[in-house]
C-alpha cells in the first residue's frame, strides 16, 4: 500500500509518516504543501490520502475538489481543526471519506485509514483469506494451513497488495508504484525477488500453489480449486 501524508506541520507529516511505515508496514510519500499534494496525488496512485485541511497556498479542501473533478478516487481521510467542525457536511459531501479532528490519537487514525483501505477495495474484515492462507493486518502476522509463516516487511506489503486484489493479475509495475514510496530507487527485479522469496514460504511446503505468474502480465494470487 502506497499512502500520501499532504500537512504542512512538518513534524507532524513525518511522525505520521513513521507511524504509518511501522504500523501498517506502508509505503508513504509527504508533502507540505496543497500544491505538491495535488501534483503527487495525480502523478502516482495511491491507496489513501491523509489530507490536512489548513495548508498554505492551495488549501485541504481545493486540494480535495481539484480531486474529485479529475475523476480521482482515492480514499480520502481529511484532518481539521476542533473549530472547523461545521464544515464536516460539506467536506463529506464534496468527497471526502472520514474525518479526524486535531488532536487526533494516532492508533484512531490508523484503524481509520485501514478501514478506509478496505472499504474502497471491497473487504469488510481486516483479514485477508486466499484457500488456507490468512493475512490479518491488524496483527500483521500470515498463516498458511495454521502455521505461521514469518515474512520481512516487503515481503509482507507485497502479498498484502496481491491479497487485497486477490484473483487479479496484478503487474509489476503496479506492485512497484504501491509498494515503494518516492525516494526508493524503482528496480523491477526487485519484485522478482520478493516474489521468489513469498513462493518459498508460502507455496513450497504446500500441495497446491496460491502464486502465480503469467509471463508478461504479472502476478495473481488465487486459489484455484475454489474457482
Ligand atoms: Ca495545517
Redesign the pocket.
Known sequence: MHILVI???ERLAKNLATAILRNAGFAVDIALNGEDGLHLAQSNVFDCIIL????PGRSGREVLRALRSSGNKTPVLV?T?RDEKASIVELLSEGADDYLAKPFDLGELLARMKALIRRSSGHASAQLVVGDLVLDTNSRTVSRAGKRIDLTPMEYRTLAYLMTHHGKVISKETLLEHLYDYNWEKFSNVIEVYISALRRKIDANSSERLIHTLRGHGYVIRNEEAS
Open positions: 500537512e504542512d506541520e490536512d485541511l489548513m495548508l484532518l481543526a
